[in-house]
């Protein structure tokens, strides 16, 4: 069955310019595709149009009228006051609207009820229970957890949020509405490792259909069955993930190559035959004609279109060379913010050449980190550098300090070049015609970033330190942003939650939890084994070691003084159950603390059983 089905679909804000020209494909039920494209190819605008948020100017748009069609792109405006807990609970509207009138029947029937009331009541249970009314809180609970919705952030009013902690309540509140189609326009733009983890086993179990704009590649890997890519506003299709698509347009561009090569060179061939037959049949009318039939004959051979290659930005790192061994040390490093213990008692050396990814949760303080290191932010410790090093930062937030300014005057400005060098600079990353002369403030994230890049690399510099480099960033602009860091050949320091990125640059990983930092000296497939190593030892009971059991010695004291031990642990051990229960009860909102707790009084229960067997042979 089709979900969704485009034919000819024309979309232009510019006459004469079509951002979208005769789009044609279709999603069957079930599926989940990719759409992939350069920034400002039309995707967005796409997705605008199936959601009908948007009109088009030409062709078809078709979504099954029978499913419930949701987009996570924008997110939407709330009541003010309303809290992360009435977001999520928005999406079960219809249930909860069935639960008020279900409230105020029981309120009416208290003193006696009517036959019609109790055939309402039952009416309103049973849509209540079919509605999934009664499992509401398991699953905004378990939503919660895999996303990291913490107890305290669903507290929180909405409009306090930053931006990417509304896209992941906004996203929360999508997979509770239960939608039959998903769009996802860069879901993974504001999630933690674990987090898109979370996303990616959701949408391999999830029996709708999903249309996902993503740029996250190791994303695309694990969840696409197809990729449509969005060139030139025609659709191009592939029947597999990323790495299939990667083959396959290689392919594709190298066949396409060799059969233009081919064709050109038999029409140089028959060309080179017509010239000579004309000039020989200028006395021989059957030469000439044999030489008029082969020129027809190459205006009807098919042309095969020459195949084109992305513009790339052609740029590296301008490098300061380092002497030493040691690019900076951090002894006892320390920060925290009031009672909150961000890291401490940090100790890390790193050497010339290393390639290090920062990882760990939002907000166990990665951004923080790189501020303390580059002396933006105090803390408690030392951090010593290098004599001749020096680093080159490239934040997660862009901010420039001048935004009326254009890119061509900002180069000017703030780099000190002549009007030549800022235009061979920005137009090495693409920043040419036109372009030059839009305002910094205008610029989208992707673009912000590409200037701050521009501007980064002219400096001399052999420390790198990058906080999420490619947030924001379309593919193409991912690769040669990868292809400028492998010629860097200067100690690089990045945080980041592409794991694509992570794989290709990362020999050594900073994991930072719990208020500490641990330092694997290898790649990431290493360091992903490791804790899959860990997590598997860890034992399903984690219980106190049992006490050994101990036999009387023999004497009435002895024995006496054993039954008085035991009963003084038997009454600990109860006290440690009674408090874990306390704490079950207030833990069951968060499924995660809630196994651990359980896992623990469980422990606890059978070291009581033990202290009872011993205090029962010691009675004896």
């Known amino acids: 069955m089709v979900d969704i089905q485009v034919t000819n679909l024309t979309k232009f804000f510019v006459i004469g310019e079509n951002l979208l020209e005769n789009l044609t494909f279709e999603i069957q039920e079930g599926e989940c595709v990719a759409i992939l494209g350069r920034n400002g190819c039309g995707k967005t605008t796409l997705f605008n149009i199936l959601t009908g948020q948007m009109d088009y100017d030409s062709g078809e748009v078709y979504v099954n009228p029978n499913k419930k069609l949701g987009l996570i792109s924008q997110i939407p405006r709330f009541p003010e006051g309303f809290t992360v807990e009435d977001v999520l609970r928005s999406a079960f509207a219809d249930i909860l609207r069935v639960r008020q009138k279900m409230e105020l029947l029981e309120r009416e029937m208290a003193n006696g009820a009517t036959d019609a009331q109790l055939r309402e009541y039952d009416a309103l249970t049973n849509r209540f229970q079919t509605g999934g009314g009664y499992d509401m809180d398991v699953e905004v609970d378990k939503i919660c957890n895999g996303l990291g919705i913490t107890p305290e952030q669903r507290s929180q009013e909405f409009s306090s949020l930053s931006g990417g902690e509304k896209t992941r309540v906004n996203l ?157 040390k951090m002894k006892n490093v320390s920060k925290s913010f009031g009672d909150r213990v961000l890291f401490s008692d940090v100790n890390l050396t790193v050497e010339g050449g290393e390639r290090i990814a920062l990882l760990g949760d939002n907000g166990t303080g990665k951004t923080t980190f790189i501020r303390c290191l580059l002396g933006d932010e105090d803390c408690a410790g030392k951090i010593q550098f290098g004599p001749t090093v020096k680093f080159g930062y490239l934040p997660q937030i862009i901010h420039f300090d001048h935004p009326e300014r254009s890119l061509y ?212």
Not at 182 to 211: A, C, M
Not at 267 to 296: D, F, P
Not at 298 to 309: A, D, F, G, L
């Open 172 to 328: 929360a509140r999508l997979l509770l509405e239960k939608t039959d189609i998903l769009l996802l326009d860069e879901p993974t733009n504001h999630l933690d490792l674990n987090s898109v983890e979370w996303l990616e086993q959701y949408i391999n179990t999830f029996k709708g259909t999903v249309l996902t704009i993503s740029h996250d590649r190791y994303f695309i890997d694990q969840v696409a069955d197809r990729v449509i890519e969005i060139t030139e506003g025609h659709a191009e299709f592939y029947s597999g993930n990323y790495s299939f698509y990667m083959d396959e347009k290689q392919a594709r561009f190298d066949l396409q190559l060799k059969q233009y090569e081919q064709e050109q060179a038999k029409l140089r061939q028959l060309g080179y035959t017509v010239e000579r037959m004309k000039g020989w049949g200028i006395n021989n009318r059957t030469l000439y004609r044999r030489a008029m039939s082969i020129q027809h004959r190459m205006e009807r051979i098919r042309k095969t279109e020459k195949p084109k290659k992305e513009r790339t930005m052609k740029a590296s790192f301008g490098e300061k060379e380092f002497s030493g061994d040691i690019v900076f």
């Open 409 to 620: 005057d900002t180069m000017l400005y703030e780099k000190n070049c002549t009007p030549q060098t800022a235009r061979d600079r920005l137009g090495a990353f693409l920043f040419q015609g036109e372009d030059v002369f839009k305002q910094v403030g205008n610029l989208s994230g992707g673009e912000q970033s590409r200037l701050r890049l521009c501007m980064l690399m002219d400096e001399k510099i052999n420390l790198l330190i990058l906080d999420e480099p490619t947030n924001h960033l379309d593919i193409a602009s991912r690769e040669w942003v990868e292809a400028a860091i492998e010629e860097f050949e200067g100690v690089l320091l990045f945080v980041s939650h592409d794991r694509y990125f992570i794989e290709k640059f990362a020999e050594r990983i900073w994991l930072l939890e719990d208020g500490t930092i641990r330092d694997f000296p290898c790649g990431y497939q290493k360091y992903r084994s490791i804790l899959e190593h860990e997590a598997a030892a860890k034992p399903v009971i984690s219980s106190a070691p049992k006490p050994k059991k101990e036999k009387p010695k023999g004497g009435t004291k002895d024995t006496d003084k054993l039954i008085r031990r035991l009963e003084r642990e038997i009454e600990k051990q109860e006290a440690l159950i009674a408090q874990l229960e306390e704490k079950i009860e207030a833990s069951a909102a968060d499924y995660q603390e809630l196994t651990r707790l359980l896992n623990e009084k469980e422990g606890a229960e059978a070291v009581l059983m033990d202290l009872m067997e011993q205090w029962d042979a010691a009675q004896e």
